[in-house]
Structure formats: structure tokens, C-alpha cells
């Protein structure tokens, strides 16, 4: 048997600060954005995009790093692993981060390009537009992964994002290998339809082979795993190729599957969305917070949702308000 | 006769970037803060409060900046001349008031200290209290004062703060000379009750010696000035040193002090005040972006209102939607 765990939930995931700017449907289409979804960019088309959009406001992101810190506001356990530089952008990640009550230790580069950027372009409707400068998130590598952090924290959160830098996949099965060895469970989420476009064969993999045990994706990432339009053929293959997974379906609420059934879980009114940047990363994080208290798979839900409904009604993806006292508020913890 | 004017408003003033996180009364406390006002602090202090602050959002500020962008906003042609260093703060502050329609061109420092930074601590209720490390704003210059643009403004405004770094005080008599030369006007804003504590004297010559034509003051700094609880009195006072003044009061609205008499204008009913950073700035957008269409007294003082409402119903100092769309909603602008 394991030890206690000393963390609820570690996440892995790109350092990223995101810059947001408000921006129309023409902007978009004037700079070749598909909207909805993350691009990788370089640095030229960086600076471009930067000079083009409108005033910015500059505020801590990255999927995983979003989750941990939405964990850590439900009042659980929280930890992170992600590669910044020692520069100002990185410096304001590190105290956003530690600030919220996460543990993050991983060393910055001295050297190399600077730490990551989010170029986020939030349209009237309220949908996010991302394009993602890497940066110094490119040098994570295997020795960043603390095993005695991994060995100890009840699930290991990974981004599927990191399937994009060099090494980081090797960061990642390494710390599943660990997870796993310490009787630990490991999470995966498919971040993004294109990310999954760019992975499919090894998501799945890591999926049949019990890399993970568990995955968040929505509707999107879904059909785009399976190349398919039809959700509940998707709903069916997902079952056989992993024993628990969450889909979310925007205001339609959650899907969680597992190895009894699915249960369909509703999501919270909201009066108006603002800003959809970390809907699925805070959703990620109620469910998890969730399952740290041994919660049943709809309260999980339900704490998910909750999560998504408050992130998305202000600019930014991360938690305005005490998370912990929200669930209260909505008779989801004591 | 002056040729026609290329700018609407000028503004000169400290450039800095506000690194806004929520806080309790107690952090205030329990860090010696005087609730609601500025304070100037050096490095070491600068970094003990962002290391014992919350999770931050940074976002471009400076007072007279503010007030810039928020006339830009209104559809005025509105410029700035304040000091950054070429770091990456700075660029943020170049990129945000750029991209928001102003014309700013004050060549950065290369060398020096770190472009200028307001830690801004934002309680439960919607007040923020201010600690300012001005940073290369220290190092604004008469040499920064552009004599062709300052001609031809039609409104030069300057804030008060400016009397605190060493040689923008040189740089703002320079700027009021070359503006009354070319027939133009010159405002300035108080900026904030202990500022004019700290240079009451000199506040009061720059108005009994006309070298300014307008000022702005909310009722603290009214009354610091005048180092007087008596409201009636102050504005007696004041009416006998200044030709013209607008003296806000927030939810009560302003008092519009000119030559004819008193003009009383209500504010804009707000439902939830979210962070009252930036109202005094904007009102002054609004009421100078006015004075630009030539509208009567209390036109200005609703514009200015205006804008004070959607400023602090938000976090931040910018306004989050366009100014003249808003103007035009309330039937103050065609």
C-alpha cells in the first residue's frame, strides 16, 4: 500500500503567461486565426501578432498550471512542474503560481529563449483565440521531474500539450512510469482538437496501453481522436480504450464515463460568458479536487462545472473568487 | 490665433504598469497601507510587497496615461510623453498605449532603473490602495518635452504626481510655458490627498500664478489642499485662486467650478463596484475629450462620469469597452 500522498494533484504542463486583448471576428481572419483553437507560433509571428492586437493585459496561464492553481483554490493539495526562463514574464509566473498556494520548484534556464507566451484574442461571443509562443516551456526535460514529488502526490495531471516541445514527452512517460510505480494515478488532457490532430496515434497509445488512467477531453478533442462526427460511436470507442474519462460538452454539462456506465452531469447557469479561456482547465480542476475528498463521479462533475461557470465569466483563466467558498455556497463542500 | 490644434489632449505623466492583486483590510494593515492612497516605495519595499501580495494581473496604468487612452477612447486625438526603460514592462506600456490610439513617442532609457511599477492591492470593497516605485519615470526630463506637440495641444495635461520625481516638475513648467505661448490651455489633476500634502504650496502658486488654467480634485485632495474639513469653504477658496475646476465626489458626482458659478452633475448609478483604480483619471478623459467638441459644462461632467462609472465596475485602469460607443448609448454623443 501507498503512503499518504502529499499532494492531491501535480500537474505537468507548459509554463505560459498569457496576453490578452480583446479582438473581432475580421481580426482573426485578417491574421489567419482559426478560431476557438491554440496555434503554435514562433517568435516572428509572435512579435506580429503583438504589434497588431490591441491593448493587452498580462496574467498567468499554461493548461496544467491553470488546473493545479483551480485545485489549490478548492482548498486540495497542489503541486507543478513546467520550465520558465529567469525573466520578468517568468518571475510574474512563479509568484502568480506560489502565490495561489501551489508548490513549484522546477529550476529556471538561465539562458535560451524567454519564457513562454499566450497570445489570447477574446471575441465578443466570449470565445478565445490562442496563439502560443513556447519559449523556455521547449527545455522541459526529464530531469525536471522530481521523483519524490511524483512518487507522492495522489494523481499526476498531464497536459497534452506537452506532446508539442522536444523532450517533454520523455518528462511525461517518465513520470507516469513513476506515478505508476508508487501506486499513484495519472491524468491526461487532450488540450485541443489540433494538438490531438498532431497526436493521435500516441494518445491513443498511451491510452491502450494504461499509460493513463484517466482523461478530460471535450467534444472536439473527442470527434478528433476518433475522426469521427458521430458522439456516440466516439462515446463507445472511448470506453474500450480507457477505464475513465470525462467529456465535457459546454453548457450541456459533463459526461463521465467509466468502467459501470456514464453519468451525464449538468452544467451551472451562467448569465454571460466573458472570456472561455480555462473552461476546461478549471472543470479539470473541480473534478479533480473532487476526486482527492473520494467524491462520487457527480459531485466530481458537478465541482467541474462549477469551476468552468466562475472562469468563464472574466477575462483570464484563472479563479477570481475562493473556489472553496464557492462550492460552499453551492452545498458541494462542508 | 493658434493654427488648429493636431492634438485634443497631451498628457504628461509617470509611466508605469500596474501589478493589481485582490487584498484584504488586514494586508493593508498588517503592511503599515493607508487605504485608498498612494505611496511612494523604493525597491526593497517594492519587492517585499509583491512577494507578500496574491496571484497578479499586470496591466499598463499611469495616472495621466490613463486619462490619455481614455480620451482616445472617446474618439479624441490624444497624446503622451512620460519615461520607460527598454525592458519588457516597458514595451508592454508602449505596445497598450499605442495600440489604444495615442500618439506616444519619449524616447525609453537604456540604462538605469526598471521601468515603473504600482502595486495596486484592491479590497473586497472596490477600493485600491496604491504603493508606486517609479523607477525610470524618476528620470523624466525637460529634454523629454516635445516643444512641437506640446504647441500644438490644444489641452495640456499634466498630473501631480509628476512634482515627486527630480526633474519633472522642470519638465512640466516648460510644457505649461510652451502650451500658454502657443495658445493653448493647461490642466492639471491633483492626483491624490497626500501628493498635494507633499507639495501643497507649490499646487497653490501653480494656480494663483495661472501657470495653470484647470485643475481637477476629488474631495480629499480638495481638502488637503486647503487643509480644511469645510467642503463650502474649499470651493470658495478655490474659486478664488483658479479660473476653472472640476471637483469630484464620487458617487455624489462633481461640482463644475468656472467663472459663471457652480454647476452640480450627478454621477452614473453603478450596480457593483469592482475597483475604483483609474475613476478620478477617467473622469478627466471624459470631461477633457468634451471640452475638445466645445460642450457645455455639464455635457463634460456627464462624459467625464461616464467614464468614471465604466472604469471602476471592472479591474484595472483602462476602459474595457469603446468610450464612444458608450457616450453614444447615453446620448451624449452623436
Known amino acids: 500500500m501507498s503512503a499518504t500522498p502529499r499532494y492531491d494533484v501535480l500537474g505537468i504542463g507548459n509554463a505560459i503567461v498569457d496576453v490578452i486583448a480583446r ?52 482548498g486540495a493539495r497542489a503541486a507543478f512542474i513546467g520550465k520558465l526562463k529567469a525573466d520578468s514574464l517568468g518571475r510574474a509566473f512563479s509568484h502568480d503560481i506560489r502565490a495561489a498556494g501551489v508548490t513549484f520548484a522546477t529550476l529556471p534556464e538561465s539562458d535560451g529563449p524567454s519564457t513562454g507566451r499566450c497570445y489570447v484574442l477574446v471575441t465578443p461571443d466570449g470565445e478565445r483565440t490562442m ?32 506532446w508539442d516541445p522536444k523532450h517533454a514527452k520523455e518528462a511525461f512517460l517518465k513520470a507516469a512510469k513513476i506515478a505508476h510505480g508508487s501506486g499513484r494515478r495519472v491524468a491526461l488532457s487532450l488540450s485541443d482538437a489540433f494538438c490531438v490532430d498532431r497526436w493521435r496515434d500516441e494518445f491513443l497509445e498511451l491510452m491502450r496501453s494504461r499509460t493513463v ?10 470527434h478528433s481522436l476518433y475522426q469521427t462526427s458521430d458522439f456516440d460511436g466516439a462515446i463507445a470507442a472511448l470506453r474500450a480504450d480507457i477505464a475513465a474519462a470525462v467529456v465535457t460538452r459546454s453548457e450541456k454539462g459533463c459526461l463521465v464515463v467509466g468502467p459501470e456506465g456514464i453519468e451525464a ?53 484563472r479563479p477570481e473568487v475562493s473556489l472553496r467558498q464557492l462550492a460552499r455556497e453551492n452545498g458541494l463542500a462542508d
Open 23 to 74: 479582438a473581432d471576428d475580421d481580426f482573426l481572419l485578417a491574421h489567419g486565426m482559426r478560431k476557438g483553437t491554440m496555434a503554435l507560433i514562433d517568435e516572428g509571428r509572435a512579435q506580429a501578432i503583438y504589434d497588431a492586437m490591441g491593448p493587452a493585459v498580462e496574467m498567468s496561464g499554461g493548461s496544467a498550471a491553470n488546473t493545479v492553481v483551480g485545485v489549490a483554490g478548492f
Open 131 to 162: 496563439n502560443t509562443y513556447l519559449g523556455a516551456a521547449q527545455d522541459l526535460h526529464p530531469r525536471d521531474v522530481n521523483e519524490e514529488m511524483i512518487a507522492s502526490s495522489a494523481v499526476t495531471y498531464l497536459e497534452g500539450y506537452l
Open 213 to 222: 488512467d484517466l482523461i478530460f477531453a471535450n467534444e472536439a478533442e473527442l
Open 265 to 317: 452531469v449538468p452544467a451551472f447557469p451562467v448569465e454571460r460568458v466573458i472570456d472561455t479561456t480555462g473552461a476546461g482547465d478549471l472543470f479539470a480542476a473541480g473534478f479533480l479536487s473532487g476526486l482527492a475528498r473520494d467524491l462520487d463521479d457527480r459531485t466530481c462533475g458537478r465541482l467541474g462545472a462549477l469551476a468552468a461557470a466562475e472562469v468563464i465569466q472574466h477575462l483570464g483563466a
